[in-house]
């Protein structure tokens, strides 16, 4: 066949697995790419994402280290939607937190995989070629691949922006050794427009746009990062406590997206929105009977707590008290010390200093962890600070 006979019969695969949006490229090494991503590990803005080093960089942004003989890359997008305003416009009682929307639903990698192992299976069959398929796990960069193909162009986000979808979309790719007809590259750019830049909380995109720092980025901290949030950011998260959505929400190119794959659509809005009092009494079991084939699961038990308990600092009501008490005594000191910097939080907003300061007294009084001695002592100092004088 000749490469724009494969092209159809390929975009044909990808229309059988519910892909209507797919854009083909050519397996040529992204140089570009490379020297962005290695600019980013070399600056350290990757933190601790250490799997990401130089060799992963280098496979990343050259197919044929993915896949011998590699001659075209195939870029396919799944939507994902924002939440209806009718399902995030919620009660404000209980005090709920926001989860990134293409988290609300299923783990959308367990939605790919069949779909991208069915085409890779009908490749090798039915074209007796070789083929590899990939969601964001594996080692390619696929949104400079999505946009080497024509599928969007990168925002001064770093997102991939689709014509009619804009952020919101996931991709998949799959790489074979097949010549397909590529798709020229979009000329489009996002021209004077900085809201992206602006709507960032945490100023995690540079004022240019283009780059992203994963040390400020909500994203990175609520879902990578097993360690501490730094103490000067958690301010900045509000009641996000799984990733952020806050760059794409602002984006104007996808002000009019408004459907998703069905794959993808949360059972309810207690997926995107849930209460958070509640969260803090899971233990390990019931985490993984919650959550168990959600994307929630990357961010681990007292990490997803640890979050929570930043956004009842930022967002809770005084009935919330309650349930930062229970963190005080979590097996977790990566709770404990969290749940101590939201009970002053949240105390400072709402006057309860006194009680917040006997709550820390008397469960971590006489705590032996050293970053949960830390946070206890600040969060004392700032209740004592904020003290009117007798």
């Not at 896949?67 to 919620?90: F, I, K, Y």
């Not at 794959?261 to 803090?280: H, M, S, T």
Request: proline share 7%; with cysteine; glycine share 8%.
């Amino acid at each position: 066949m000749t490469p724009a006979e494969v092209r159809k019969q390929l975009a044909s695969l990808a229309a059988r697995e519910g892909f209507a949006h797919v854009s083909f490229a050519e397996a040529a090494p992204l140089a570009d790419a490379r020297a962005a991503a290695t600019a980013a590990l070399e600056d350290g803005r990757l933190a601790t994402m250490t799997w990401m080093d130089h060799d992963w960089v280098r496979r990343a942004t050259n197919p044929a280290t993915f896949l011998g003989g590699a001659r075209t890359v195939m870029v396919l997008a799944l939507p994902v939607a924002p939440l209806p305003e009718s399902e995030a416009d919620l009660p404000t009682s209980p005090t709920r937190g926001r989860i990134a929307r293409y988290a609300a639903g299923r783990d959308y990698h367990r939605v790919f995989e069949p779909k991208l192992r069915r085409i890779v299976r009908a490749i090798r069959q039915d074209f007796k070629a070789q083929a590899r398929g990939t969601v964001d796990y594996g080692p390619l960069l696929e949104r400079p691949w999505a946009a080497r193909s024509g599928l969007g162009w990168q925002g001064k986000s770093t997102m991939l922006l689709i014509p009619g979808l804009g952020p919101w979309a996931l991709l998949g790719v799959v790489v074979t050794d097949l010549s397909a007809s590529p798709d020229e590259p979009l000329r489009k750019s996002c021209g004077s427009c900085t809201r992206c830049i602006v709507a960032c909380p945490t100023g995690a995109i540079s004022p240019q746009g283009d780059i992203v720092d994963a040390r400020l980025c909500i994203s990175y901290h609520t879902i990578e990062n097993r360690g501490s949030i730094p103490r000067g950011l958690r301010a900045s998260f509000g009641d996000w406590i799984f990733g952020c959505d806050d760059c794409l929400t602002s984006c104007p190119v996808g002000r009019n997206a408004s459907q998703s794959a069905p794959e993808l659509v949360p059972a309810g809005p207690d997926g995107a929105r849930p209460a958070l009092a509640p969260l803090l009494a899971l233990d390990d079991a019931a985490f993984v009977e919650r959550f168990r084939g959600r994307p929630i699961m990357r961010a681990k038990r007292d990490g997803l707590l640890r979050n929570v308990c930043v956004a009842l600092g930022n967002a809770g009501a005084p009935g919330d008290l309650a349930a930062l008490e229970l963190a005080l005594s979590d097996a977790s000191p990566l709770v404990r010390g969290h749940a101590a910097w939201a009970i002053h939080t949240l105390a400072l907003r709402h006057g309860l200093r006194a009680q917040a300061a006997a709550l820390l007294l008397h469960h971590l009084g006489s705590e032996q962890d050293p970053f949960v001695r830390d946070e206890r002592d600040f969060a004392l100092s700032r209740l004592a600070a904020d003290t009117p004088a007798r």
